[in-house]
């Protein structure tokens, strides 16, 4: 159950978009579409920003898009605003019946 | 209110056990799968346990398999995680989550509480 590898930063300026990467095996991201996203800012709890690989809760802004390749599933955040600024997490069911988040990525907005 | 309560957390010595728990409301709870993760200080986030709706299946982390037990009693509504030999790295703030869609286990978490801290240390 080793976590999924996420880029410890990146980082983008006020309207660009920055992309996360979420890498694991076939035994969980390319195996399953369950790869979710969560939003994390400092001491809050995680937020649900994506689901099913591609599909937004109902509230979440359309800014925020989901996808995935094989064994690496990606976040897209376009127009990027100062609230985007946190802590992003992946999650994958695995051939377990378990599940495994990501190493998390802090996103930075310049 | 949709909301998930956690309680139980505080400082614990090695080796002792702690029961945290989990208070549901505004919802069916009996209808929803549960997980518990946590998060160290500092560091990303852990996930522990999930237990099906029913209670009947549960699946653990490898790192706490054996000495955490998940739990639930839908009459009362509430979710628990019994800890047992508790490790210095169990420091942490443990969530509880709800799955996002009734029955199924396999989908993300939608509602999160808003965590509770436990503190294991001599």
């Known amino acids: 159950q080793s976590a999924l590898t996420q880029p410890a930063s990146v980082s983008g300026s006020p309207g660009q978009s920055i992309t996360i990467s979420c890498t694991g095996t076939s035994s969980d991201v390319g195996g399953y579409n369950y790869v979710s996203w969560y939003q994390q800012h400092p001491g809050k709890a995680p937020k649900l920003m994506i689901y099913g690989v591609s599909n937004r809760p109902s509230g979440v802004s359309n800014r925020f898009s989901g996808s995935k390749s094989g064994n690496t599933a990606s976040l897209t955040i376009s127009g990027l605003q100062a609230e985007d600024e946190a802590d992003y997490y992946c999650?994958?069911?695995?051939?377990?019946?378990?599940?495994?988040f990501g190493t998390g990525t802090k996103a930075t907005v310049l | 209110q949709v909301q998930l309560v956690e309680s139980g957390g505080g400082v614990v010595q090695p080796g002792r056990p702690l029961r945290l728990s989990c208070a549901a409301s505004g919802f069916t709870f009996r209808s929803y799968a549960m997980h518990w993760v946590r998060q160290a200080p500092g560091k990303g986030l852990e996930w522990l346990a999930v237990?099906?709706?029913?209670?009947?299946?549960?699946y653990y982390a490898d790192s706490v398999k054996g000495r955490f037990t998940i739990s639930r009693d839908n009459s009362k509504n509430t979710l628990y995680l019994q800890m047992d030999s508790l490790r210095v790295e169990d420091t942490a703030v443990y969530y509880c989550?709800?799955?996002?869609?009734?029955?199924?286990?396999?989908?993300?978490?939608?509602?999160w509480g808003q965590g509770t801290m436990v503190t294991v240390s001599s």
């Open positions: 999650s994958s069911y695995t051939s377990s019946s378990t599940y495994v």
């Open positions: 989550a709800r799955v996002r869609v009734e029955v199924s286990r396999l989908d993300a978490c939608d509602l």
């Open positions: 237990i099906s709706y029913e209670g009947s299946k549960e």
